[in-house]
C-alpha cells in the first residue's frame, strides 16, 4: 500500500529499493526524482510537486512504499491510483533513473489515475492531439520517450542531471 499524500502542494512518497543500493545508485535516484518533480510541478501549473521522499533500502519497508525501484532495467508499470489504495504501487526498473520523464509518467497513474494515451481502446493507435502524429503529453509519449521531450525527441534531451557517462 502506497501510503503516499499530498500535504499543501507536495506530494511526500515512500521508495522502496527491492536490491541493497549503493550511494552512486541512491543519487541517480535521487536526481530523477528531482527531475520528475519539476516535470510535475511544470505539468499542473505550479500546483504539485514532490515533497520529502522517504527511501528504504535493502528491500525495506515495500509493504507501505509508493514506489518499488528494482535492480534490473525493464518496462514500469503503476496501479492505476494506486496511491492510498491496499496493494497499489509503482513499479520503476532501474533504467528510470535516468529518464524522469517516465517516473512522472507512471506517477500520472498512481497518483491522479489517467490512463495511458499511446493507445486507444482494442489496442488501436490513439493520439492525444487529433489528427496529429505529434506527441502532445507525458501519457502519450513517456514511457518510449524516455528522458526526452517531442516526437521522436526532437525536442532534445533533458540535460538538468542527465546522467553520467557509466
Ligand atoms: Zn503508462
Not at 66 to 85: C, F, K
Not at 125 to 130: D, Q, W
Request: a negative charge.
Amino acid at each position: 500500500m502506497g501510503v503516499g499524500r499530498l500535504v499543501g502542494n507536495r506530494f511526500n512518497l515512500v521508495v522502496s529499493l527491492r536490491h541493497n543500493a549503493d550511494s552512486p545508485r541512491l543519487e541517480e535516484w535521487r536526481a530523477a526524482f528531482e527531475r520528475a518533480s519539476a516535470l510535475l510541478f511544470d505539468a499542473t501549473d505550479g500546483q504539485h510537486r514532490f515533497g520529502t521522499i522517504y527511501v528504504c533500502n535493502n528491500s525495506s519497508g515495500g509493504r507501505n512504499a509508493d514506489a518499488w525501484l528494482l535492480e534490473p532495467d525493464g518496462r514500469s508499470t503503476s496501479a492505476v491510483r494506486g496511491i492510498r489504495s491496499e496493494t497499489g504501487h509503482m513499479t520503476l526498473y532501474g533504467d528510470e533513473r535516468f529518464k524522469p520523464f517516465i517516473v512522472i509518467h507512471e506517477f500520472g497513474h498512481y497518483a491522479y489515475g489517467v490512463r495511458d494515451e499511446y493507445t486507444g481502446t482494442g489496442g488501436t493507435p490513439a493520439e492525444c492531439i487529433g489528427g496529429s502524429t505529434g506527441d502532445a503529453c507525458i501519457m502519450e509519449a513517456a514511457w518510449t520517450e524516455g528522458d526526452r521531450f517531442g516526437s521522436n525527441a526532437t525536442g532534445g534531451a533533458l540535460s538538468l542531471f542527465h546522467p553520467r557517462a557509466a
